[in-house]
């Protein structure tokens, strides 16, 4: 059996490498490194791929979420609801720019934004939610857009693990993740369902007013060299993660249906065993199973485990060669950096509890069926003693 990894990039690479080695080679040999001609191939084919009017790539993903924020004109003070159980760069951009972060509660069977406790957290000074498509699956996006509607609110989708998505509204349209509210945010981070050699981001938005701004804000404000007509950054992604993600970029689908794949046997697994709970998804009609599937792209996939030590168990995998992951050990509103007293404990119930709850096990393209039954047969072994 091959090495296990928590996510094999060299795998992947192998597959593709006919395709990369020659991209990255045309852009050292043009030395167009900074908004070459692959930068501009790659945004066109995402804007086709995702049916988006405007993908404007950036450096990496927590500068998309900064620089969308930045776009839309927010103001220090201005409070912005988001998820508590999510990572950190979500609230961390929302406090560079000065704004208030609002964290609320999630799911507990989906792990996304609880659309109640969004409406509970609204106050005048409320000015945007970001919804975070957890783990690649959308939040309640029906429920978003109509609370954004009738509060005028914006909408800000960080869609750093769910790219390639759908969702499917309730009249049954289906969008991709990340192009349903104001604004959508992704990363590029190796690890992600597409993910380049280092690091990078993009932007997403049908806005043509919002999408000049932000075409600035990348570029240090400059939409003529030497003329600055807005406050910007230096966050642009370079020409050789452009190509890199070009090359992928074809095969994400391919990529996402193997992950779902796995997610179905990794599941099927564990059928009966009270002790774990799988993932479950926003599609009722098929939660996840069937081969259809949409709805979550798996970037991760993460049990939840009842009755038994987590933390023993992620132990026992790592002694038998099973990487995993806890994602997220600590909730946001008790990181150092984000306490604030106006948080109470009895409004993050579910989030306290799946903290101590949830591994995520290996997640990747490459993942075959020995891998699979040796990985859910240790933990089947672990829980029965």
Do not use: W
């Amino acid at each position: 059996m091959k090495k296990i990894q928590m996510v094999d990039l060299k795998g992947q690479y192998n597959d593709i490498k006919d395709v990369v080695n020659p991209s990255i080679q045309e852009v050292i040999e043009t030395a167009a490194f900074i908004n070459g001609p692959k930068v501009h191939q790659f945004q066109k084919n995402l804007e086709a791929y995702l049916g988006v009017k405007h993908v404007i790539p950036c450096a990496n993903g927590t500068d998309a979420l900064q620089i969308a924020m930045m776009g839309l004109g927010l103001k220090p003070g201005d409070e912005v609801i988001t998820a508590d159980f999510t990572f950190a760069a979500t609230v961390e951009v929302i406090a560079l720019l000065q704004l208030t972060p609002v964290l609320v509660d999630v799911n507990e069977d989906d792990f996304n934004i609880n659309i109640e406790a969004i409406k509970k957290a609204i106050t005048p000074k409320t000015k945007a939610i970001v919804p975070v498509h957890l783990f690649g699956q959308c939040a309640n996006m029906d429920a978003i857009m109509e609370i954004a509607e009738a509060n005028n609110l914006l909408v800000i989708e960080d869609n750093a693990q769910a790219i390639g998505a759908y969702y499917t509204y309730k009249n049954g349209k289906k969008v991709k993740a990340g192009t349903i509210g104001n604004v959508g945010a992704t990363s590029f981070f190796p690890s992600k369902n597409l993910g380049c050699y280092g690091d990078g981001g993009a932007i997403f938005t049908n806005d043509d007013d919002l999408a000049h701004t932000i075409r600035g804000i990348v570029n240090h404000g400059m939409y003529e060299r030497y003329h600055h007509d807005v406050v910007g950054v230096n966050s642009r992604l370079d020409s050789i993660q452009a190509a890199v993600l070009d090359a992928k970029l074809p095969h994400l689908d391919s990529y996402n249906k193997s992950r779902q794949a796995a997610a179905r046997k990794y599941s099927k697994a564990f059928e009966g065993i009270d002790s774990i709970i799988t993932p479950k998804t926003v599609s009722k009609s098929c939660n996840g199973i069937c081969d259809n599937c949409d709805c979550h792209v798996f970037h991760q996939y993460t049990l939840r485990v009842k009755g038994i030590d987590r933390d023993a168990l992620a132990k026992h995998l790592n002694e038998k060669g099973i990487p995993c992951g806890v994602y997220y050990p600590i909730p946001l509103h008790k990181q150092k950096a984000y306490l604030d007293e106006r948080y109470e404990e009895v409004d993050f119930e579910i989030t306290n509890k799946l903290v101590k709850e949830v591994i995520s096990l290996p997640m990747h393209t490459e993942l075959d069926d020995e891998q699979i039954e040796f990985i859910t047969s240790t933990i089947i072994e672990f829980i029965n003693g």
